[in-house]
């Protein structure tokens, strides 16, 4: 019986390969869970960041204003340092 090694050895070939898909499968679904609350969790901090430098940049301008009128030499050097663009990053 020659066939029952060989049905026997491709029964245990298609039982490892199905548990590899269910493994494989289970994987998949866990890193699509982490990434989207990584996404999340981005998109969050991003919005924070913008809110920040909002305010940073409105308060910039207030000084901009009240400079206008007390014409403060230290205020201006501030604020020129401020609006100078940062240097690039290596």
Same mark, same amino acid.
């Given at each position: 019986?020659?066939? &029952? %090694?060989?049905?026997?050895?491709?029964?245990?070939?298609?039982?490892?390969?199905?548990?590899?898909?269910?493994?494989?499968?289970?994987?998949?679904?866990?890193? $699509?869970?982490?990434?989207?609350?990584?996404?999340?969790?981005?998109?969050?901090?991003? /919005?924070?960041?913008?809110?920040?430098? %909002?305010?940073?940049?409105?308060?910039?301008? &207030?000084?901009?204003?009240?400079?206008? $009128?007390?014409?403060? *030499? &230290? %205020?201006?050097?501030?604020? /020129?340092?401020?609006?100078? *663009?940062? *240097?690039?990053?290596?």
């Amino acid at each position: 019986m020659k066939n &029952d %090694m060989t049905t026997l050895l491709l029964n245990f070939v298609l039982a490892a390969l199905v548990i590899l898909g269910v493994v494989f499968a289970l994987l998949s679904i866990r890193n $699509t869970h982490n990434l989207r609350n990584l996404s999340a969790q981005v998109q969050a901090r991003m /919005q924070t960041t913008n809110l920040n430098l %909002m305010r940073a940049q409105s308060m910039l301008n &207030d000084a901009i204003t009240y400079n206008a $009128t007390a014409k403060n *030499p &230290d %205020m201006a050097r501030i604020i /020129q340092i401020a609006q100078s *663009p940062a *240097p690039a990053a290596k």
